[in-house]
Structures are given as C-alpha cells and as structure tokens.
C-alpha cells in the first residue's frame, strides 16, 4: 500500500507540486517561490492507527482513501522511527494482556523530535482499576524505548499516565525553542518542514520592530519564534488547551512580550472596531498597539471575507496557508491593497496533493 512513498520518487511528486502551484496562482504576479522540502522518510511526528483483532493477533489498518477498504499496516514509513519503533513493541508487550488489549479499537502516537512519545489508546469498554495497574506497567515497559506517556479513553473516560503531553524541541536558525504539545490539540505534524516554516517567517521580519498580531495562534508556534523580531506580540485562539500550552510555552521560552489573549478572529476585529467589549480585553488597551504586521494561519476553509478586511488593515500580512485553493480566493481580496513580496512552499505532506504555503504580502 506504500509503494509510492520512496525515497526515489521524492523529486518527481514535489516538483508536480510546484508545477501545480505555478498553474493554480498563474492569475498573480508572484515571485519565483522559495521551496522548502521535507525529509523523505520517517517525517511524521504523528499517527493514528485502528486495531484489528482476528484470534489471539492483533494489528492495525487503515483505510485507503479511495476504495475505504481496509489494509494492514506493519510499517509506516512517513512516520518518526520512534513512532516505528513503539508501534511494534506495544503490540507485542499486550497481545497476552488481556486487561490492555480487549475492546481496544484505536492508538494514537505523538512523538518529537526531542525525543519523548505519548500513546493514546482508545477502547469500547471502561476503564477499570485494573486498566490503569497494567497501563502502568506498560509505561515502564515501553520506556526503554523512549520517555513515554500513556493515556487510556473510553467513552466520558480519560486516564492519565502520567501526563497528556509532550515537550517539543526545534531548532530555528540555531536557537533553540520549547513547546508543550498536548494530546488531541493542533500542531504542525512534520516538525523538520515546521522549523523551516519557522526560519522563513522570522527571516521575512527580520528588524520589522513595532508590533505582531497573531490570529489562530495555536500554542504559540509562531509567536514564539518570531517575539525577538517585535517589540510586542499579541496572539488569539479559540481553544482553551491550545492558549494554556502559548501561555506554558512563553514562560518555558523565557519571552516577556507575547500575550495572548482567547478570542476568534471575528472577536478580535469586533473588540478592534470598538464594536463589543470583552471581559477578556480588560487587562489590554488594544488602542496603544502599533498595528503593522499581522500572521495568519487559518484552518482549511481559509480567512473569511471580514478577516480578509481586518487583515488588509496591515502594513504587512503574513499568510500561511494548508489549503492552496482557499489561499487564491484570499490572494484575489489582498491583492486589491496589498503586493505579494515572497511566496512560499513548504512540503509539509510529502507524496499526497497537500502542499502548505506561504505568502508575505505589503500594502501597495
């Protein structure tokens, strides 16, 4: 099921890929792109696999896109070697542990490139006393592998061991930056593809001064990185866990100009205008805020039409985006105030059509 994703064939998908993209934005007048390739192997710090029972084995499927149908999957190459390694070992460690192994349907891997791995298994049954006994000893098992975590989820259930996250460790032009990435919150899944998105973004505002607004902030991935280049950052996001790990992470990283603040876009542009106040602004004069550079990293459905006019209120946008198709439905609205000065692709899916992107846009 995997013999399209070879080494081999690396070249070959990427440069179809930056053909594409010179086909879907040949309406703009956009710079020859910068490219940003992955590794071609072992690039995911991400996955997730069903468990197939059939008699005393046990393995994990997947689904092909097209047909659904099901295959087994005994190896997976885009994943880390650490994820290679735990997959194994963790089916051989329970297919005798019935506690660990009945009723399990689902396991979840997240690794890093610092090294640590949290297991999330998923089961239709609850979780007893028992469960959590044998989870732990599974965790000292498994430990010679990697420092590990376990959780365990059944329906209303989440069992903890230890914790439900993992410390994340890049390198962006030779600094080194820390960041809690939770279990089931967003992060960028190629982490060697993140540290160039990274390098980019603080290269394109290098000795920018003034102040960054951040919208969908996430944990702070970008914010993080880019702070020394600003004298103020603010950051919004949504989720709760996302802005709790920005807040954990800006300590860890020793930064003291980021805030960050829960709100959508739209809240945030509301709050901007002087439309609605928030309860959560109280502590932020947003009038003393230098509104200059703004980055956006929305979802795949891309900025709706009143962020695309918020953001078009800035000097300079950084735009990153997961969804080319979207992107050129923004780029039409940008372009009528702004010029497109960089154009980004990062390989961050390599042997699929994903492709992230990355445009560095100013006002005209």
């Keep these: 099921m995997f013999s399209h994703i070879h080494p081999d064939n690396y070249d070959a998908q990427l440069s179809k ?7 879907l934005f040949s309406d703009f007048n956009l710079p020859a792109a910068d490219l940003y390739p992955s590794v071609p192997l072992n690039y995911r710090q991400r ?17 092909d896109s097209k047909t659904k149908e099901k295959f087994r999957v005994d190896d997976f190459p885009v994943a880390s070697e650490l994820i290679n390694k735990a997959m194994k070992a963790l089916l051989a460690t329970i297919k005798d542990q019935r506690e660990l ?9 997240l690794s890093t490139l610092s090294g640590e791995l949290l297991i999330s298994m998923l089961y239709h049954k609850p979780l007893e006393e028992n469960w959590q006994i044998e989870a732990e000893k599974l965790k000292v098992q498994l430990s010679t592998i990697a420092p590990v975590d376990i959780i365990g989820r059944a329906k209303k259930q989440k069992i903890i061991v230890d914790k439900d996250y993992v410390m994340e460790s890049l390198d ?31 290269q394109a505002t290098q000795n920018a001064g003034g102040d960054l607004i951040e919208l969908y902030c996430g944990n702070g991935n970008f914010s993080i990185a880019l702070a020394e ?26 930064i003291d100009n980021i805030d960050i603040v829960r ?29 200059d550079t703004v980055l956006v990293d929305p ?29 050129k439905d923004n780029l039409a609205l940008l372009v009528e105030t702004h010029q497109i000065d ?23």
Excluded at 264 to 286: C, I, P
Excluded at 343 to 364: M, N, S, W
């Design 17 to 23: 890929k930056q053909q594409d993209m010179a086909k």
């Design 263 to 291: 709100m959508s876009s739209e809240e945030f542009s509301q709050a901007m205008n002087g439309e609605r106040k928030f309860r959560r602004l109280e502590d932020f004069d947003l009038t003393t805020y230098n509104y």
């Design 342 to 364: 960089n154009f980004a692709l990062f390989d961050q899916f390599p042997y699929t059509d994903h492709i992230e992107t990355g445009v560095i846009l100013t006002r005209k």
């Design 172 to 202: 962006v032009g030779g600094k080194n930056y820390v960041y809690q990435q939770v279990e089931n919150s967003f992060t960028q899944p190629n982490a060697g593809v993140n540290e160039q998105m990274l390098l980019w973004a603080q």
């Design 299 to 327: 979802p795949r459905a891309g900025l709706d039409r009143d962020s695309v006019e918020l953001v078009r209120r800035f000097n300079k946008i950084i735009y990153i985006s997961c969804n080319p198709e979207t992107l």
């Design 229 to 254: 280049n600003f004298e103020r950052v603010l950051g919004t996001e949504i989720s709760k866990t996302s802005v709790r790990s920005a807040q954990i992470n800006i300590s860890k990283n020793g």
């Design 101 to 109: 192994r009945f009723k399990l349907f689902q396991v979840d891997f």
């Design 47 to 63: 996955a997730e696999f069903r468990v197939w029972h059939e008699g005393d084995d046990l393995y994990y499927i997947m689904f």
